[in-house]
Every structure is written in structure tokens, then in C-alpha cells.
């Protein structure tokens, strides 16, 4: 398996894009994180099924969040996207999300090319208010069973603020 963080980059986000790498398919209760020293993917835990993941779940290469992971993307897709493999994503917005007192953005992304929605999915409101209630509830109670309180959905962001945190998060990367 190719270390992410050494043969992708971030992608293009200024324009919009990014390179993301799925970590968690849709539907899953495993908690499958990317292990940046071992550069190998790792089964941190499994959720209690009720929890399993509302999306596709990955992150952009070369990214430093605030929690000290790479940047995290909610992957949008009609259907589960398979652990380990990477796509050129296109921004539509952003989940502000607080992790146990830290702030732990999410940036929501749909595949670059999808020709089987026409590439219609622009920004969040093309997602559908449904679809923004269910990633809330997920996200607000996903650790009830064992760390209730412990998270928080502060809010969306357009794309711009999701390029910003982009910004931030490859600076953060580079500066470490």
C-alpha cells in the first residue's frame, strides 16, 4: 500500500478539488483510521452498529487538522466506496464539529466526475435538508454509548470556508 501523505497531494483546492482517500465505506460499523507513521490502514474499533457511518468517510493527503489527523472528508456517493482507494472530489461545503473540546472539520465532497447525478451536487443545499439532518445526528451522538457529550455539530460551511480550512490544514501539514 502506497503512503497517501507521499504520492498524492492535496489536489487543486483553490479551484475546488481535492484528492481524498476513503478510509470508512458507507454503511460501516469499523472504525478504520489511517496510520500516518506506519502508512497502513488500521481498525481503531467497531461502533455499536446503530452508529454505522451515514457516508463515505476519508481524508486529504499532505492536511493537518486542529486534532492533530489528517483533514477528514464526508464523501458523498450513491453508493459505499471501498477502504484504501483515492478519487479527485469536488468541495461542496463543510461541517464544523467539535471532538472532545477540539475542533474536527469535515469536509463534504462528491466525486469529480459523477455522471450518474449529471455532476448536479454543487453545494449543500443540492444535498437536501434530509440529508444534513442525518449527518447532524450522527455526528451529534455517535459516541453516546461510551463518551455521551463528548461532541458537538456547530454548523455547515459553503465552499469557500471549506477551501479556507483546506488552506489551513495543508499550511498546518507543512509547517509540522
Same mark, same amino acid.
Given at each position: 500500500?502506497?503512503?497517501?501523505?507521499?504520492?498524492?497531494?492535496?489536489?487543486?483546492?483553490?479551484?475546488?478539488?481535492?484528492?481524498?482517500?476513503?478510509?470508512?465505506?458507507?454503511?460501516?460499523?469499523?472504525?478504520?483510521?489511517?496510520?500516518?507513521?506506519?502508512?497502513?490502514?488500521?481498525?481503531?474499533?467497531?461502533?455499536?452498529?446503530?452508529?454505522?457511518?451515514?457516508?463515505?468517510?476519508?481524508?486529504?493527503?499532505?492536511?493537518?487538522?486542529?486534532?492533530?489527523?489528517?483533514?477528514?472528508?464526508?464523501?458523498?456517493?450513491?453508493?459505499?466506496?471501498?477502504?484504501?482507494?483515492?478519487?479527485?472530489?469536488?468541495? &461542496?461545503?463543510?461541517?464544523?464539529?467539535?471532538?472532545?473540546?477540539?475542533?474536527?472539520?469535515?469536509?463534504?465532497? &462528491?466525486?469529480?466526475?459523477?455522471?450518474?447525478?449529471?455532476?448536479?451536487?454543487?453545494?449543500?443545499?443540492?444535498?437536501?435538508?434530509?440529508?444534513?439532518?442525518?449527518?447532524?445526528?450522527?455526528?451529534?451522538?455517535?459516541?453516546?454509548?461510551?463518551?455521551?457529550?463528548?461532541?458537538?455539530?456547530?454548523?455547515?460551511?459553503?465552499?469557500?470556508?471549506?477551501?479556507?480550512?483546506?488552506?489551513?490544514?495543508?499550511?498546518?501539514?507543512?509547517?509540522?
Amino acid at each position: 500500500m502506497p503512503d497517501f501523505n507521499k504520492v498524492l497531494t492535496p489536489g487543486d483546492y483553490q479551484n475546488g478539488t481535492v484528492n481524498t482517500v476513503v478510509e470508512i465505506s458507507e454503511g460501516s460499523s469499523l472504525k478504520i483510521e489511517w496510520d500516518r507513521e506506519r502508512a497502513a490502514f488500521m481498525l481503531d474499533r467497531v461502533e455499536p452498529s446503530i452508529y454505522a457511518k451515514p457516508c463515505n468517510y476519508g481524508f486529504i493527503p499532505q492536511t493537518l487538522d486542529e486534532d492533530g489527523d489528517e483533514l477528514d472528508t464526508l464523501i458523498v456517493c450513491h453508493e459505499p466506496l471501498p477502504t484504501g482507494i483515492w478519487l479527485e472530489a469536488k468541495i &461542496v461545503g463543510m461541517l464544523n464539529f467539535i471532538d472532545d473540546g477540539e475542533a474536527d472539520y469535515k469536509i463534504v465532497v &462528491v466525486p469529480a466526475d459523477d455522471r450518474n447525478t449529471g455532476d448536479s451536487i454543487k453545494t449543500l443545499d443540492d444535498l437536501g435538508v434530509r440529508w444534513k439532518d442525518k449527518i447532524r445526528e450522527h455526528f451529534t451522538h455517535y459516541k453516546d454509548l461510551k463518551k455521551p457529550g463528548t461532541t458537538e455539530v456547530v454548523g455547515w460551511g459553503d465552499v469557500e470556508e471549506a477551501k479556507k480550512i483546506v488552506k489551513e490544514s495543508i499550511d498546518r501539514y507543512n509547517n509540522q
